[in-house]
């Protein structure tokens, strides 16, 4: 062995022993004819000095930064005592020591607050991963992976693996597609997802799997997106929506507490995914802070009974909201005060693209219970007051309202209110809550397509009770601006997410388990028979030999683990990530291959 010890175990009650360490070069000091160097490995630091005995080796062989050494020595209390690191109380007096092998300089210093770049570090990730905060991520990484697999195991799941080279599963992103040497012409697709196999796992009578597994989805890159990223995948048999809610809000709960210590003991809230974009113009709602929506005005409805308070902007001329599909008003506390300045900044922020919108209204509620708002001309006082008040605005706060398309004001009132509450400190890092949400449209129209695509995927199972819907006579539609109207957009899914701060990190569905209705599914979806049969054939055989009722989640391991980690990129959390433009630039792949591998796989590039 080269090491006796770890470069974070020796304490003062090790005074005296003769031990060997082995590590990398954090720093080298030298005063005088002493030397210092901080020794680092993957359990801490540890201080060596080396005395005049070992100079003229010293300086034979110079010490630098990231050199892999073995040091011989006694372990010595300091004098000079360092309490910020668990072995700041002891030094090791070192006897002998080994260059195991030297070290480039590196490109970037090796600390929690290093000076490389992003790029570099990529370039370099080995090299980064030796950080510290980098580590401590991987290390929450592994808690959150073995509290998952102890809690899952405990509860009789099994982790099946599942294959990476297989036919396409849906999630409505592209696939990764492998070339396949032995069949020329033909091509494996990756999984987008383990989906169909958990599902025939299920038929062949496995009735609780899971995987720790990686998925590949070929999508344009949002920020904070990986093309390869992992899932808690699981599954489950004769069960109905309530019970996976309950052992997956089990599961969380467990995660809470061995990783981070919290007992999350409320239970989950709960919400209807109608409710969420009425209340929060949003599907993932961060419900750790207020500032709900005020529909003045909308063509969305809340169970298609409760309508906007359409009446609040009566009897005025403003062509603005008038003629707006949608108005949405937040009442942000306590910043009545705000200058000129700052609302002008504000209304530069919702003008941005990324937001979209074209101005953005104010009243704002003074603290002497005045109202003075730029719509002031249009409207009363008391009419202001009252949209203030429905707004659950009082005295000292601003009520900032945006109009426009429905679709889009939403999703603007949706970023400024999540905007709002992160300027007002509303967004605690080390404050979790957790939300499902429920009820999920079964559709969505594509409007480009003019089909309906699954909301979830196709294998998700209407609401009982709008099965009739899907499988009566329904009309073609005509034309695709009104595909509300059609029966299809009123179908509920029997589909759930698991919502953490805002983030959406797991998300199911209780499954269709008969061919009749699956195929009804595909039939819906614009897919053929003969499609269905040549892309699902395995899954529909399945289902007429005794395929039990079922359901299941998935969950988002790498988010999770960067929220856990108080961190918003997911990159972070992943020992080998790829850019944002999907390459992984320490490897430089994706790359050419040669003409030979081509030729094998009988494919010829084309400009
Ligand atoms: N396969 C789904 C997904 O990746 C999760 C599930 O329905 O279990 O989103």
Redesign the pocket.
Known sequence: MYRSHTCGELRLADKGKVISLAGWVQTVRKFGSITFVDLRDRYGITQLVFNESLNAQLDEQPLGREFVIQADGTVLERSNKNPNIPTGDIEIEVTAFTILNKSAVPPFTIQDDTDGGDDLRMKYRYLDLRRNAVKRNLELRYAVNRAARNYLHENNFMDIETPFLIKSTP?GARDFVVPSRMNPGQFYALP????TF?QLLMVSGYDRYYQVVK?FRDEDLRADRQPEFT?I???MSFVRQEDILNMFEGMIKHIFKAVKGIEYTEAVQRMSWEEAMWMYGNDKPDIRFGMQLLNIKSAFTLNGEITAKGELLQGADFAVFNEAETVLAIAVPGIAEYTRKQVDELTEWVKRPQIGMKGLVYIRYNADGSVKSSVDKFYSEEQLRAIAEAAGAGKGDMVLILAGAEERTRKAISELRLEMGERLGMRKKDEFKLLWVLDFPLFEYAEDENRWVAR??P??SPKPDHIPVMIGNNPVIEDAKHYLKHPYAQIKAN?YDMVLNGNEIG???IRIFQRELQEKMFDALGMSKEEAQHKFGFLLGAFEYGAPPHG???FGFDRLCAILGGSESIRDFIAFPKNNSGRDVMLDAPSTIDQKQLDELKLEIRD
Do not use: L, R, V, W
């Not at 987008?192 to 989906?195: L, R």
């Open positions: 999630e987008q997802s383990p989906q958990k998925c899932q995948d699981c599954e979830h995927h294998f998700t589909a998300g199911g569905s299941g989640i998935a």
